[in-house]
């Protein structure tokens, strides 16, 4: 645990030898990478293990002097650190291996391997971070990382927009991380968690302050995290390259604004305000994100709305102090939704499109991706049995704990339009027959497939981690030693685990009548006004278009008119007094001596009177 | 050290120049490689000097000291005023020096593209080296004024002669500007030597800084030399509004020669509020901090949205210089260690951000012969490696970690945020705004289709990889290693601090 440091420099050596060699290896770069990021797992594993029996381990010297602050860097190995380290070194080592497959036949092969690895450096830099200066630095480069990797296609203009848009989107999510963070400094004077935690326990922060700078780092979280009203950028953001959506925009990146709230959990219980701003923004980007899911054609988008969705539950668990549950459930979402990405992606490799509405059929042909397919969506629909159903119950029922109630609700019947938009995907893509001509349907290679398969076994098994029949192992090691984080398993009563079956059983039911059976109309909303408000994402983008981009392009183009003419202005008239000068000046060089000779008399005359009358001496 | 170091290392560049007398004009490679070698010298002597500081040994043993000018009346006043040949360094300035000396260097390179003239061109441009390797070891207002002056005339003539099509326009507007600025320093310069009968820095300092009951200055006196001084400098660095002229030059100009120009040149504006405004006037600074402040922010938000509006990415990159230079000001408005800090890093880190991204302009210049937004495109395509430097700039511009604009951003606001919270947070939004705005830019000329056909553009050549991984590295290598300039500025700071009771 003493070297966990060297994690995340398995990737990082990665991203130098790939970017600087890589031209010469070709797609024996893959190697490297998935060397390396293997690496990187056991390493991570070895680690975790460690860490079940001994304490937290904290390492850190000076990274930058200022006058008598000394802020450091190091890293901390915590329960959540550790289990984070797993979680993104094993999903980034599957997403390299599958890549191997997907990427094959790419001119810019070994450059999608370096940015690979300097994503996943970043990332496991992230989670060892003991403070909150070195979180904000590596926050920053992972939104790099994903910047590259969404506009990998640099010479598709979509893929620069959606690279542009995730870059300024979580930019402005961050400038409120870094302005909270700094805040926060100055009231405590450190930017490590632990001294941050002493002084909020202490009551050396007043409480309006905190839930400032607790409110301003939720807002970092809602930009990475692709919460509302941020979220735009992360269905955008499918522009990448399908492995790089499963890693960056489902698995890790994205997650990371849960985890920075989840890092932070005893700042944020300490306001009231805080929490339940968390959990207000969880349930409805929960809720409205599912509901834009539904009527979307686009493989990718689908699961993109879904990743928002699923990340507002996540924030929603920590709002109403479900810290385990949060956690839970970005471990397990970690996993099934990986797998669903990859999935996917072999589907789209397979078909070479990502419009639901030309698949169908693709059952018989991909007898691997298929069933593969199902489990994810299975998962992720909270049907018993599979992970997603424990952590979903987790999170519903940490949410009628705390009170509440219409948020609750709110989730319950995203719950339903979970189930039943995976359902229609699923429906669409796999069921009855092709709606194209489909020739040359292949399943990818086993590069591809075998990835997915442990992603598949853990989207199944990870849930019996914690578990209200089996003991809840997960939140007992999680808030071990630490009860600022709350209890490891909440009691809640027991029709909560019966609705939320209810409920995603009754979505995917409705799902397989309207588009496998066909019992309904497929067009069950129709050309109705709603259909088009939903289709159209609520119109948010075009929202945004008429008012932030509206106002700053005015505000600069009046800035400009001040510049031309004003600016200028003062330009114009500086110049024309130098030349108004030179002219007054030139008028005495007449060339007459007798006016040189008049000039040359009155000086001296005046020097004479001066000295006569001051003695001879200036002073 | 030894006799005479600084003054061979201000001067060296002079041999260049006196090589060159024998050099024959037409001889092109021949004058370029002179060029380029007179600059190693200085390279040399500045790097050895930071070393042997980092290792411990005392700056102090540079200082030089000669009897120059004596003038007065002896019988009268008892004392004659005497301006002495004086110079000497500390932790900023000998940074700045490196800087300067680097940069040099690495614009000689970049001067490969000078189509014309090439004797002539090299022959002012080791005399700038000499104007602005003196400025940082002056250790005397004259002496400093001396080559401040030295400094704008091979500049005029490098504009008007080598630059683009309105090149001689920015030369005199880069002149009159300037010209002023001068006029006004010079004022200021003399008012105090005629006040005190000194111009060393140190003593102006500290008979200054005894002066409480206002003997020898009055406070009003005090508050408008300050004034006078920060307009002199405000043209340099540039503050809005006086910024007009250096948007041209920098559109204007060869590539080399902006490199040197918004690398040094304007950071000669920041240098002088700083050792002299901050140094000589502590305590009328502190009156002033929050105009400073406020005068940063709006030097960050009006140069980030004007940029945001350029079509030439010349131009956006000319907005960008007096948008970050608004973060020299908030850090120095903070007053206080982090801000301080935060300004000179921001100083030494934009005088290379802003001089890799000037020799990659004049890369593709040099290619594609234009800089237009919208004439570009998709030139990841043809020029991958040109095109990456060029997002790694633009990423270091805009304040990405492990990058020096970072350290220097973050260092700027952590201590605006302590003094005027909510100033600081509405010059935060310019944070985003410089996102925007070179994205905007950078992925215009980088990213989607290509508008043109590359075949024949070869992409970064042996030469041109120098300056950028040069460049690249030493901006990489202070945003994750910053004690490489922490530890030098440390004495500075804490005389500062002092001068400002902090």
Known sequence: ?619 | MNFAYLSILVFSPLLGIIALLFVPKAKESVIKTVGFLATLPALVLSLMAYFQYRSGSSLERLDEMVNWIQFGNPNRLGELFSIKYELGVDGFSLIMLVLTAILSTLAAIASMYIKKEWKGYFMLFLLLEVGMLGVFAAENLILFFIFFEITLIPTFFLIGKWGYFEKEKAAFSFLIYNGLGSAVLLIVIMVLFARTGTSNIEALTSILAADSSSLVLSEGGKMGLLIAMLIAFGVKLPIFPLHSWMVRVHVQASPSVVMLHAGILLKIGAYGIIRFGMGIFPEQFQDLAVLIAVLGVVNLLYGAFLALVQTDFKMVLAYSSISHMGIVLIGLGALNEAGIQGAIFQVVSHGLIAALLFFLVGVFYERLQTSNIPNLGGLAKGMPITAGFLLAGAMASLGMPGMSGFVSEFMAFLGLFREMPVLAAVGALGIILTAVYLLRAVLGITYGKAHREFAGITDLRKAEWVPALVLLGIIVLIGVYPSVLTEPLTSTLETIMLGIGG
């Open chain 1, 1 to 619: 645990m003493e070297n966990a440091w060297i994690i995340p420099l398995f990737p990082l050596l990665s991203f130098l030898f790939l970017i600087f060699f890589g031209k010469r290896l070709k797609e024996a770069s893959a190697y490297i990478g998935i060397l390396l990021s293997l690496a990187s797992f056991v390493y991570s594993l070895l680690v975790l293990f460690e860490r079940f029996t001994s304490p937290t381990h904290k390492a850190e010297s000076v990274w930058l002097t200022i006058g008598d602050v000394q802020l450091t860097a190091g890293f901390e190995v915590n329960q959540l650190n550790a289990l984070m380290l797993v979680i993104v070194s094993l999903v980034s080592f599957l997403v390299h291996t599958y890549s191997k497959g997907y990427m094959h036949g790419d001119e810019r092969f070994h450059v999608y391997y370096a940015y690979l690895g300097l994503f996943t450096f970043a990332m496991l830099g992230l989670v060892l971070s003991p403070n909150l200066l070195q979180t904000y630095i590596f926050w920053e480069l992972v939104g790099l990382g994903s910047f590259l990797l969404i506009g990998f296609y640099f010479y598709k203009e979509e893929a620069k927009k959606a690279a542009k848009k995730a870059f300024i989107m979580t930019r402005i999510g961050d400038v409120g991380l870094l302005i909270g963070m700094i805040l926060l400094f100055w009231q405590v004077g450190s930017f490590e968690y632990d001294e941050i935690f002493a002084a909020v326990e202490a009551g050396a922060v007043s409480s309006t302050m905190i839930t400032l700078t607790a409110i301003l780092i939720f807002i970092g979280a809602v930009g990475k995290s692709g919460q509302f009203p941020l979220h735009t950028w992360l269905p955008d953001a499918m522009e990448g390259p399908t492995p790089v959506s499963a890693l960056i925009h489902a698995a890790t990146m994205v997650a990371a604004g849960v985890y920075l709230v989840a890092s932070l959990f005893p700042l944020f219980t300490a306001s009231e305000t805080a929490l339940m701003t968390v959990a207000i923004i969880g349930a409805f980007t929960a809720i409205f994100a599912a509901s834009i899911g539904l009527v979307q054609k686009d493989i990718k988008r689908v699961l993109a709305y879904s990743t928002v969705s699923q990340l507002g539950y996540m924030m929603l668990a920590l709002g109403s102090a479900g810290y385990v549950a949060g956690v839970f459930h970005l471990m397990t979402h970690a996993f099934f939704k990986a797998l669903l990405f990859l999935a996917a992606g072999s589907v789209i490799h397979a078909v070479h499109t990502q419009d639901i509405e030309k698949m169908g059929g693709l059952w018989k042909k991909l007898r691997v991706t298929g069933p593969l397919f199902l489990i994810g969506t299975l998962a992720i629909s909270g049907v018993p049995l599979f992970s997603g159903f424990f952590s979903k119950d987790e999170i519903l029922i940490a949410a009628w704990a705390h009170g509440n109630t219409v948020l609750f609700w709110l989730a319950v019947i995203a719950a339903f339009f979970t189930a039943f938009y995976m359902f229609r995907l699923f429906f669409m893509v796999f069921s009855g027959e092709s709606r194209s001509d489909m020739k040359h349907v292949k399943e990818s290679p086993s590069v591809m497939t075998v990835p997915m398969m442990v992603l598949a076994i853990l989207a199944v098994v990870a849930g019996y981690v914690n578990t209200p029949w089996f003991g809840t192992f997960l939140g007992d090691w999680l808030t071990e030693g630490n009860p600022a984080l709350g209890h490891g398993h909440i009691e809640g009563p027991s029709w909560i685990m019966i609705v939320a079956t209810v409920v995603s059983l009754l979505g995917i039911f409705l799902a397989w009548l309207i588009y496998s059976k066909r019992s309904l109309s497929r067009d069950w909303l129709g050309a109705s006004t709603l259909y088009t408000i939903l289709y159209n994402k609520y119109y948010i983008d075009e929202l945004y278009e008429l008012t932030v981009l509206k106002v700053t392009k005015g505000l600069s183009l009046i800035l400009r008119f001040i510049e031309t003419f004003i600016v200028e202005g003062i330009v114009k008239g500086v110049s024309g007094a130098v030349s108004g000068l030179g002219h007054l000046g030139s008028r005495f060089q007449s060339g007459q001596i007798q006016r040189y000779g008049a000039v040359a008399f009155v000086g001296l005359a005046i020097l004479i009177v001066v000295f006569a009358v001051t003695g001879g001496y200036l002073k």
